[in-house]
């Protein structure tokens, strides 16, 4: 049993990695800015500020794992680099291993690039959500030794809005974006869940970044 604890626990990824290492009976501390209408037993809940000064030095206390699914978005735009950042210090001054969940914009389309968000078919309204998360994964991959971290990307067409269904099988890749014979890149919430537990559970990805899809 590890001990984990999921920042953003209340969002769509994160709330899928809650219940999925709650079911493996990890101990599983959630942190979010709001408590959820439905906690999941056996979770412990607690409410906290990405950007309040404490908060890197409070998340690693205690965990054994300590995994970033926060959401880019309204107060956090353009800072969740310097949340992650903050974070990594914390964790490897704690020995602690830390895991992201970023986007799929930084992976390659083929082997030898152009990456996703690079492409002119790619969704101006998100590229600089992208590209900050894309940011992330490269000041990580210049972190010291010492920091123990694994980055996942989703599948593109990964999110709420396509939430799909727990099937427990699908692929997993490096930096090139999978898809599937018609082009497609699915992953529901679920299965994301289970690959990041997989992982937690046997680290194969050590400062490294992996993929999920169809």
Known sequence: MA??????????AGGHIVQEAAARGH?????????PDQPVEGVTYRQADALDPAYATA??????????????????????????????????????RLGVIGGAGSLLVAPGGPRLFDTPEFPAEYKPESLELGAVLDELRESPEALDWFYVSPAAGFGAYAPGERTGTFR???DVLLTDDEGRSDLSGADLAIAILDEVENPTHRRARFTAAY
């Open 27 to 35: 101990q599983v501390t959630s942190v979010s800015r709001s408590l």
């Open 59 to 96: 998340a690693v206390a205690d965990a054994d794992v300590v995994i970033e699914a926060l959401s880019p978005r309204g107060a956090l735009t353009g800072r969740i680099g310097e949340v992650i950042g903050e974070l990594a210090v914390a964790a490897q001054a704690a020995g602690v």
């Open 3 to 12: 001990r984990i604890t999921v920042l953003g626990g209340t969002g769509y």
């Open 172 to 174: 997993l890749g490096d």
